[in-house]
């Protein structure tokens, strides 16, 4: 072997060392996300959001913080306001109380609102805490002149104890969600 052939592959060994190390270090960084959007396991999954070695930090040895769009699509922003099927987003829509109360006669903590929305379908839910306790009442929303009306959401007095509810009224639809301040129901 010649001289200059001996320079020559004494100069591109290192290189190709180089190249794999580099090939090496990539596939390490990007082995939990390709297991993730691949249905690996949700253990392979959260392990892909924080680095769990040093092989797996961004350049310059500090962990990175987000992940790449590109990789995993969970990431990925998502728009607003859009009404696609698999959409999880949607928009906020102001949701309002008009009456609340324990009705006596009816032996019922009742409440009525609206959201200010108009659409084909959405729901009204009423939920009451006390404590540890939880009462939940839902019902289809009705479309009304401007809004869709929660009409009479009621909680039957035998699921409900002596105290200060506190009751949430909440609208929600394909794409539209919104949740009235918490107002209180004493029941007696």
């Known amino acids: 072997m010649s001289p200059h052939a001996r320079r020559v592959t004494v100069a591109v060994v290192p290189a190709i060392v180089a190249v794999i190390g580099v090939g090496a270090f990539l596939v390490l960084t990007r082995a939990p996300d390709a297991r993730s959007a691949n249905g690996g396991s949700s253990s392979a999954s959260a392990a892909s959001t924080e680095p769990s070695s040093p092989a797996a930090a961004a350049p310059g040895g500090s962990p990175s913080p987000t992940r790449s769009s590109a990789s995993d699509p969970a990431a990925a922003p998502r728009p607003t306001g859009t009404t696609a099927p698999n959409s999880v987003s949607v928009a906020p829509v102001q949701?309002?109380?008009?009456?609340?109360?324990?009705?006596?006669?009816?032996?019922?903590?009742?409440?009525?609102?609206?959201?200010?929305?108009?659409?084909?379908?959405?729901?009204?839910?009423?939920?009451?805490?006390?404590?540890?306790?939880?009462?939940?009442?839902?019902?289809?929303?009705?479309?009304?002149?401007?809004?869709?009306s929660c009409g009479d959401l009621e909680i039957p007095r035998t699921e409900l104890i002596a105290g200060s509810w506190l009751a949430v009224l909440r609208y929600t639809s394909t794409d539209r969600a919104g949740v009235a301040p918490a107002v209180t129901i004493e029941v007696p």
């Open 95 to 148: 949701v309002t109380v008009a009456f609340s109360g324990f009705d006596a006669s009816a032996g019922a903590a009742r409440l009525g609102g609206y959201a200010d929305v108009l659409e084909a379908q959405g729901t009204c839910t009423l939920t009451m805490t006390l404590r540890s306790r939880t009462a939940t009442r839902s019902s289809g929303a009705t479309p009304d002149a401007t809004t869709m």
